[in-house]
């Protein structure tokens, strides 16, 4: 039988356990709430950066796609096309933006919250639009990245700076325009470029692809809606410039391949620009979640490409709406997920509803730009003989 003094060192230690458990437990938890804390303010700081690199992007990518925005007068001054090296710093821009939210807040942890949910899985859905296979055909290497390039350009496009001028280089910041125009160019010995990080070998593959694009929708509008006139952009009219060889027999391959589809397909232009659009919108969803996050009230339109293309099958135009899983009801009426974006742990059903479980917080769906009245008029009849 124990003695008074056993039983009470031994209920002395048991409480004294219990204590240091409850203790480190409480540290814990308070270290993780100090933790959530700090990385929800890294998190409206640094929202501001991408947005308006998400901004950035999404309303270049729909000035390209949109095809109301053309005119003959347009195209002559856009010549050869679109500035590759500017889409490219965009497309950079975005993705130093992401790089440095999820390193500043340690990959979003601790963040809990409708809003936070939705942002974790909106920048994943964005990655997974960039680098997925999941497309058929033509498009299951249209504009594709590669993992690793996201990778490097990710860390050639992000440096450590010294923002409050204490001596310590602890931010991050995307490089400029000009900083990215000086490590763009490739290496020329003997010359001023021999400290370029040489990022046109990352950009390069991409930036053929994307021009292809725009190259179809030059020779789609001036087959179509603007005959007899002159295309800048043509193979005839690049053949009388001095450009590069590799480049007219990029061109003479692109028309070998075109009529090639219209052999097989009895389509007038095939313009392998889905993947772009869906990520047009996605962007767009992005932007104005991180405006609802930092709290900005960026107070821009945040303006959507048209989805709705057409192929002509059997002598006729039939249209057909490219899917997306955005959440713009127009396009996404059912508010669904695209099947292959299923996350860890969700249903495995044919889709996810992503309406909130909770009356928190409610995405609302975009009202501009028709109820703001800010839609742009239409230049001519809407053409839909690409698919």
Request: glycine content about 6%; aromatic content about 10%.
């Amino acid at each position: 039988m124990l003695e008074g003094s056993a039983i009470a060192a031994i209920l002395t230690g048991v409480l004294a356990l219990v204590g240091a458990i409850a203790t480190a437990w409480m540290s814990g938890w308070n270290d993780r709430r100090v933790q959530a804390r700090q990385n929800r303010k890294a998190l409206a700081r640094y929202a501001v950066p991408l947005l308006i690199a998400g901004w950035d992007l999404a309303n270049w990518f729909y000035d390209i796609l949109e095809e109301s925005n053309y005119s003959p007068q347009r195209c002559k001054a856009y010549g050869s096309g679109w500035n590759s090296k500017f889409t490219s710093y965009l497309i950079g821009q975005y993705f130093a933006g992401v790089h440095i939210m999820r390193e500043k807040t340690h990959f979003l942890a601790h963040i809990r919250g409708e809003r936070a949910d939705l942002l974790k899985r909106l920048l994943w859905k964005i990655q997974d639009e960039f680098v997925s296979m999941h497309y058929e055909e033509r498009e299951s290497l249209e504009m594709r990245w590669f993992e690793g390039d996201i990778l490097a350009v990710q860390e050639h496009m992000t440096e450590a700076c010294d923002l409050d001028g204490d001596g310590n280089a602890g931010e991050m910041r995307a490089i400029g325009y000009v900083e990215f125009q000086q490590n763009y160019e490739i290496k020329e010995p003997g010359s001023s470029k021999g400290d370029s990080l040489e990022l046109k070998k990352i950009f390069g593959y991409y930036e053929t692809e994307f021009q292809r694009v725009i190259y179809r929708r030059f020779k789609h509008l001036y087959s179509t809606r603007w005959k007899g006139q002159e295309n800048p952009q043509g193979i005839e009219k690049q053949q009388e410039s001095p450009v590069d060889e590799e480049v007219i027999n990029r061109l003479i391959e692109e028309e070998r391949l075109i009529k090639e589809e219209q052999e097989i397909n009895g389509t007038r232009m095939m313009i392998p620009d889905h993947r772009i659009r869906r990520l047009q919108h996605l962007l767009s969803d992005l932007v104005e979640l991180l405006d609802e996050v930092s709290k900005m009230k960026f107070n821009r339109p945040s303006r959507r490409c048209e989805m709705l293309v057409g192929n002509n099958m059997l002598g006729r135009e039939v249209e057909a709406r490219i899917p997306c899983d955005c959440h713009s009801v127009k396009c996404n009426p059912e508010q669904q997920d695209f099947e292959h974006r299923q996350l860890a742990g969700s249903r495995t059903t044919k889709f996810r509803s992503r309406k909130p479980k909770s009356s928190s917080f409610v995405y609302q769906p975009p009202v501009w730009p028709d109820a703001l009245g800010l839609r742009r008029t239409e230049m001519g009849e809407k053409s839909i003989s690409q698919c």
